[in-house]
């Protein structure tokens, strides 16, 4: 493995526009992540946890400070080589799943496939799949997303994120709508992805169980990195 | 994409109906003014054809030279022009003449006052062939007419003699084919022609075919609706009975002016052979070199090298302008049926154009209709966008998927557009049967839906969405995927 690493953020800071916050959301933050690094990002509601996720995945460009990944610094990255990024080099979950409802369970996972400029549509059932089967709903791949449980629909958003096989994978609260059971066999497959792929994780959690599942874990507290 | 406009099907028949009549209403009047144009307009009045007089107001004192004379020097003028495809000199007899016939079809003998009117047969051959074909079918197995227009007094020369000199004025056929004098064995002239005596006082001349003339479909429409009524006579069902009806025309004499002296009066018989727009319309047309040698024999060489209008056909459409122009110098104006020619397309093409602008008002109607769809649906979607965003999709992808559903539904809008359109051409096809029935030579259909008309309805359609959901395109590329991502 090459020595830059996988994420590494310098004296970030993200100010919404103003009235909303007195002080800004992100407040010099600086963190470094290596490649197959599994981090769990924690903190109280509020802290910056979500605000943080976004500006390394790129979602959100307005923000100052020293921003890299895979060694890339994003803000010399135009919108079509960031969408690139995005498509190939990062896997977002969030919290609140984000399937499309008017496509099947194998459509919504084949959806990067449809904004991959490398004529990667011939192969993307295929590979849908194959990420279907990781998260264990290959039986599913027909079906709405409408029909699943909560964790189906995890696991669904797991497998579009990973359609691409991504280095860096994004999740904002994975496993926040899941009760325990199901959480659980979330963070399995991430772990799985960790030691199979070589998946650098960052996950923005609550859950301790999630943090401790995680090999390092970054503090928040009020924009600032506190601990990490 | 499919899935999503199926999903909201019922927002985007409301966006969709306004390029549906938009559309509809712009290839209706477009596949209206196109029909107007080639099956009435080009046949009266032929677009690379103009036809030009002698200038009657003379401009005297403004030291530009007019010739006084539309003569061969004249014409060699106009062929010289640049643009100019065939010159087609016409001459109208210059003395009095009468003629009477067309009891087969009439019912009674008709007198009239003869006007005769020459033309060059080069200049209707195709369209004679094809007005017959229209009314009678195909060639075979039938009486060909438009053939025989053409001169045919030079085609064989049999000297011949009736019983007396009375005989070529009556109407007993066998009489008038007379008795060929050249062998002894005393024949009447060949079949198909007759004794044609050299002037109403003699017996003697040569065996000749009938005049081949041609009358304007226009002339059967006054005798139906103007002089059958008034004179309570039989109506003339359709032109197929002019066809090869056969009349008598007398030169150097007139029921209203001085007749010529006797011994230049002369008995011709003549046989419709066709209907053409461009046959004079109160008169007979026949191939000019009959009126040619009419007027020399009756008024004299100087008068039968003057001719009285001459067409004049261009290469291109576009070369109309400058040749009106060109002829000006010439002493040339247009005939007063050319000017009526450009003044009605002028009037089409005001008219095209209204109904057009209409059909794009419609259809800024519409697009604005878009706007607030799309609108609304992008801010219904912004999840949806979101998340195409973050699984790779560029500004340019969201702008375009956008779009592509205006697209969509654009082309679904125009084609239905021109589905309607074509539904109601048939309907006022129709409707105006009714009323054209008894018109002769009206078209059965009104409308053309030509390449042009389907394009400019679809395109028309496509580009009034697409400029609708522009700004929801827009408004779709901004949607920040950040926000809306991270709320529950
Ligand atoms: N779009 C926004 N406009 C203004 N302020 C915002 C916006 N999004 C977040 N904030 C503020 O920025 C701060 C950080 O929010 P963020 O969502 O990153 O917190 P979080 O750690 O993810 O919290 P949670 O655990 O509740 O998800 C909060 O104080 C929040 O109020
Ligand atoms: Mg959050």
Redesign the pocket.
Known sequence: MSGTPMVRVEHLV?R??AG??PRP??DDVSVTVARGEFVAIV????????????AIGGLDRDCAGVLEVDGRALARMGDRELARMRNRGIGFVF?AFHLLPQLTVLENVMLPASFDDRGALPTARGRAGDALARVGLSDKAAVPPTRLSAGEKQRVAIARAILNRPALLLC??PT?NLDAETGRNVIDIFLELAAKDGTTLMI?T?EGRVAEAAGRRVV?A??KVVEG | MRRNVVRSRSHFVFAGIGLVVGSATLAFFLALSGGAREKILNRLYPVNQVEFQIETVRLFGLGIEVPSRLDEATLAALRGLPGVAGVYPKQRTKFPARLWGGRDVLGYEARLEAFLDGIDPVLVRDELRAAEREVLGAEEGRTVYWSAFRDREGERRIACELSNAAAQTGDDAVAIRGTVTDGADRKPCPEGTYCAATNVLSARGFCEAPVPALVSPFLLEVYNSVAATAMGLRKLSGLEVMLGVQFAVLFGESYFAPDERVDRRVVKRARIVGFSNKAMEFGVTVPLPYVERANLALRGREEASEYTSVIVETHRNEDVPAIVDDARVLGLTLSPRSEEGRKAANVLLVLTIVFAMVSVVILGISAINITHTFLMLVTERRAEIAVWRAVGATLLDVRLLVLGEALVLGLAGGASGLAVAYGLSRAANAAASGVLAHVPGSPSDLFVFSLPVIAAGVACAVLFAVVGAWVPASRAART?P??VL?QG
Not at chain 1, 45 to 53: A, D, E, P, V
């Open positions: 993200k919404y526009p909303a916050l959301a992100l903190g109280r509601s509020g802290s910056g946890k979500t605000t943080l996720l976004n919290q904002d609260e926040g923005a609550h928040l009020a924009g | 920040d950040a926000t991270s």
